[in-house]
Nanobody, 121 residues
Framework: QVQLVESGGDLVQPGGSLRLSCAAS????????MNWYRQAPGKQRELVAG???????NYADAVKGRFTISRDKAKNTVYLQMNSLKPEDTAVYYC???????????????WGQGTQVTVSS
């Protein structure tokens, strides 16, 4: 089994910053990509940022220049540094990884439980 534990969500004022963390543990053989998604009330879940094993990162247009994704391979942990936060960033943020549990196993998606980010004055 693979477990993802997120932390760092909070209430912050517009213009503020937060850093989310997601630690993966359990029977992980290798991880290809680590991603952050978010889901606001009444909206579909959307990809915010992702980073591959090689360190290539991609971002949603709405967060480019404000959010930075990073990864600690040794700790199987992914971070999301969020700066210049806006009210429209309010959502539950979910960690997602694409990983396999053994050599020769297929790749699968795993999800965290989500952490609430609220941007409000």
């Amino acid at each position: 089994q693979v477990q993802l534990v997120e932390s760092g969500g909070d209430l912050v004022q517009p213009g503020g910053s937060l850093r989310l963390s997601c630690a993966a543990s359990g029977s992980i053989f290798s991880i290809w990509a680590m991603n952050w998604y978010r889901q606001a009330p009444g909206k579909q879940r959307e990809l915010v940022a992702g980073i591959t094993q090689g360190g290539n990162a991609n971002y949603a247009d709405a967060v480019k220049g404000r959010f930075t994704i990073s990864r600690d391979k040794a700790k199987n942990t992914v971070y999301l540094q969020m700066n210049s936060l806006k009210p429209e960033d309010t959502a539950v943020y979910y960690c997602n990884i694409n990983a396999r549990e053994g050599e020769g196993w297929g790749w699968a998606d795993y999800w965290g439980q989500g952490t609430q980010v609220t941007v409000s004055s």
